[in-house]
T-cell receptor, first 113, second 114 residues
C-alpha cells in the first residue's frame, strides 16, 4: 500500500495553462504539506494543512492554491503556469507532534514549455 | 534567521570505508533533528531523528547520527559504506516551538565507489 501517493507523476504543459496535482495519504496523519524542489535539489515549503486548516502559507505566488477537502487529501492547483514553475513538487504528511518525521510522496515532475 | 547548513555538496567514499555527512544548524531553543535520504526519481525517505537523550541515534540501513549541542551539529555516519548508499541526503530541523515547519538543508550527494 502506498502511504502518500501523488498524481500525476509527470506533467508537461504549456505556459499559461492551469493544472492540478493531487495527493492522498492513507496513514491517518493530520498534517499534510507541499514542497517544491528546484533543479538544484533545494527543498522549499509551500503550504501545510492540519485537519483541513491552512497553517503554513509561505511566500508563493497566488497562482498557487492548495485545497484540502479532507485530512487525507491535499491538492495543489496552479494557474497561468510559467517557465519558472518547472520543478518537482512533493507532497508529505506527518503526525501532529513536532518530533514526528515526514512521509513523502514520490513527487510530481512539472515541466512548463 | 533559522537555518540548516550542509557544507559539502558532495561526499566521495570508497565502499567499505566509514562515511560522514555533515550538518550544522542555527535554530533558537532545542530543535528536533532529522536525516532523510532521496534516491533518484524518488521522494525523500526518513532515516533517523534526534529528540532527546543519547547523543548517538541509530536509524535505518545501518546509519547513525551524532548530536553535538555545543557545536550545533548533527552529522550522519555509517561505519562501512555500500555502493547502494549513493544518494542525496538531507538534514532537517524542526524547532521545538516552531509549529509544523521543518527546515531542510540544501542536501549532500553521497557517492560510494566500488
Amino acid at each position: 500500500d502506498t502511504a502518500v501517493s501523488q498524481t500525476p507523476k509527470y506533467l508537461v504543459t504549456q505556459m499559461g495553462n492551469d493544472k492540478s496535482i493531487k495527493c492522498e495519504q492513507n496513514l491517518g496523519h493530520d498534517t499534510m504539506y507541499w514542497y517544491k524542489q528546484d533543479s538544484k535539489k533545494f527543498l522549499k515549503i509551500m503550504f501545510s494543512y492540519n485537519n483541513k486548516e491552512l497553517i503554513i502559507n509561505e511566500t508563493v505566488p497566488n497562482r498557487f492554491s492548495p485545497k484540502s477537502p479532507d485530512k487525507a487529501h491535499l491538492n495543489l492547483h496552479i494557474n497561468s503556469l510559467e517557465l519558472g514553475d518547472s520543478a518537482v513538487y512533493f507532497c508529505a504528511s506527518s503526525q501532529d507532534q513536532p518530533h514526528d518525521g515526514y512521509t513523502f510522496g514520490s513527487g510530481t515532475r512539472l515541466t512548463v514549455v | 534567521a533559522q537555518s540548516v547548513a550542509q557544507p559539502e555538496d558532495q561526499v566521495n567514499v570508497a565502499e567499505g570505508n566509514p562515511l560522514t555527512v555533515k550538518c550544522t544548524y542555527s535554530v533558537s531553543g532545542n530543535p528536533y533533528l532529522f536525516w532523510y535520504v532521496q534516491y533518484p526519481n524518488r521522494g525523500l525517505q526518513f532515516l533517523l531523528k534526534y529528540i532527546t537523550g543519547d547523543n548517538l541515534v541509530k536509524g535505518s540501513y545501518g546509519f547513525e547520527a551524532e548530536f553535538n549541542k555545543s557545536q550545533t551539529s548533527f552529522h550522519l555516519k555509517k561505519p562501512s559504506a555500500l555502493v547502494s548508499d549513493s544518494a542525496l541526503y538531507f538534514c532537517a530541523v524542526r524547532p521545538f516551538t516552531g509549529g509544523f515547519k521543518t527546515i531542510f538543508g540544501a542536501g549532500t550527494r553521497l557517492f560510494v565507489k566500488a
